[in-house]
């Protein structure tokens, strides 16, 4: 027996610090302006001598970065999906997650063992006694932040849900608690005769008007205002939600799923798009995960399985069920009425 595997997860969280700190510096933002030695870079990030190429060589041995040469004169790069997805300036930037991963959920992380035992959340709510939605929307400036920090870890997702899925069969849809406006709109550059709605509530439709007009998807995508627990779903062919359900208990679940049911057309399709853990529950460990972030944000909202989205759908009346995977531990979950 070997406990290398123990030691890696247990002692996880110094790789998981290391890349977040360096997200957070804007190390490889700073690389993809300019390759550097550690003394110039560490300079230019304003990094204590002490630490500079102790946390270059490990972001080197973790994969993130590429070295040439040895000692003091070493140059240093971005190794080529840091440079993809971690340098802001780059479209394809994922790193608003983990900005958001490094300012809240990382502290948050460490309240787990609290969570297990009281089924309690373990957010802002402990200090403030708002709940993390609440507590969000407070802040425009701040809620902006957080929606184009989602949409930069959803993209790919939406992009092969639009790239999968068989639009040519619908000609609207309404995207359930829509933010930015990003679905709606990846789904109208991928298929042109679709008219989308992106519903989310007042306060959001201003950054996904702004959104689209940078998109150029204003002919196809109009955002409007919902508030999806207390407002009816503007009707459309297909109904989306991303990353939607997951947020909620099992009452509020139905809720979302009986609303979408009512939006739709006999034949028309209600999509979710989510980290679907595998029915066994062994495999998808980022929807394990996850399920349990649900537990430190909100308490009793979590992930699910696709056999438990099927169950709700059917009870809702839906009448097929299938499910569909997307990019890394996503999946869309797909019911037609």
């Not at 000692?71 to 971005?78: E, F, K, P």
């Not at 300036?89 to 790193?95: D, S």
């Not at 709606?184 to 298929?191: D, G, N, R």
């Not at 595998?278 to 399920?291: A, I, K, P, Q, T």
Request: charge should be negative.
């Amino acid at each position: 027996m070997d406990p290398d595997h123990i030691m890696q997860v247990g002692m996880g969280f110094f790789a998981s610090k290391t890349l977040l700190s360096a997200v957070e510096l804007g190390v490889f933002t700073e690389l993809a302006l300019k390759t550097d030695n550690a003394d110039g870079l560490g300079n230019r990030l304003g990094l204590h001598e002490r630490g500079r190429r102790d946390f270059f060589d490990g972001l080197v041995a973790l994969g993130f970065l590429e070295r040439e040469g040895e000692g003091s004169d070493a140059v240093y790069s971005n190794a080529p999906d840091s440079a993809a997805f971690l340098d802001r300036n780059e479209r394809t930037y994922i790193g608003g997650i983990l900005e958001m991963a490094n300012a809240r959920l990382y502290p948050f992380w460490a309240d787990l063992t609290e969570a297990l035992q009281t089924g309690a959340p373990q957010n802002e709510i402990k200090v403030t006694g708002r709940p993390m939605f609440e507590e969000l929307y407070a802040d425009p400036a701040r809620l902006e932040q957080f929606m184009h920090a989602m949409s930069g870890i959803s993209a790919g997702n939406f992009h092969a849900l639009a790239e999968k899925f068989d639009f040519s069969r619908y000609q609207t849809l309404s995207d359930v608690g829509g933010a930015t406006g990003l679905l709606s709109t990846i789904v109208a550059q991928h298929h042109p005769h679709m008219s989308c709605t992106s519903c989310d509530l007042s306060v959001v439709r201003p950054i996904a008007e702004r959104a689209c007009a940078a998109a150029g998807v204003t002919e196809h995508v109009t955002p409007v205002d919902l508030d999806f627990f207390a407002d009816p779903i503007p009707p459309a062919d297909v109904v989306t939600m991303g990353m939607i359900l997951h947020d909620w208990n099992l009452e509020k679940k139905m809720h979302l799923i009986r609303a979408a049911y009512d939006a739709l057309p006999e034949g028309g399709a209600f999509i979710v798009v989510e980290n679907i853990i595998d029915d066994d529950r062994r495999e998808n460990v980022f929807g394990l995960m996850m399920s349990l972030n649900m537990l430190i944000e909100f308490g009793d909202a979590f992930d699910f399985t696709g056999a438990d989205f099927a169950g709700w759908c059917r009870e809702a009346g839906f009448r097929d069920i299938e499910i569909l995977p997307l990019a890394g531990p996503a999946s869309a979950g797909i019911a037609y009425k």
